[in-house]
């Protein structure tokens, strides 16, 4: 199997385990609150995972774009004066690992990063539309 299909592979067995994750939470606190399991449990349950992973996907998404770059920058400087800086092995402050002159030289580092390392989100789309289209046909024979 080549290095790519598996990456791609690895991210549908993650997107799959992170839904199930989020549907099992979620059936946990909503089951609390009711006395038996029904159709409509499901539908609720279903409905709202998917649209939770199809929202934090996109805002990863809008985040990966390079929209969140400046708020980035802003932190690292803030961390980067107010922590105390730690010494290596040798005894000597340890070198700045990305020290940046400006926001707009960040941005282009974090620019090189994704091109080198493009993100795949289509897993995470797919099956976070797949939950929400099970919810909602769900929620249509709950009310049936």
Excluded: C
Aim: aromatic letters at 14%; zero cysteines.
């Amino acid at each position: 199997m080549l290095p790519s299909t598996r990456k791609k592979l690895n991210q549908w067995i993650a997107a799959m385990i992170i839904a199930a994750i989020l549907f099992g939470v979620l059936l946990l606190v909503a089951s609390l609150n009711r006395e038996l399991f029904d159709v409509r449990l499901f539908s609720d349950v279903s409905f709202i995972s998917g649209v939770i992973l199809l929202g934090m996907t996109t805002i990863v998404l809008i985040g990966n774009k390079g929209t969140f770059d400046v708020i980035q920058y802003g932190f690292s400087k803030f961390w980067h004066y107010i922590r105390i800086p730690r010494k290596d092995e040798r005894g000597n402050k340890e070198a700045e690992k990305a020290h940046f002159k400006d926001a707009y030289e960040y941005m282009e580092y974090k620019e090189e990063k994704r091109r080198a390392k493009p993100a795949y989100f289509l897993p995470y789309y797919v099956i976070g539309l797949i939950i929400t289209v099970i919810g909602i046909v769900l929620s249509f024979v709950a009310v049936a």
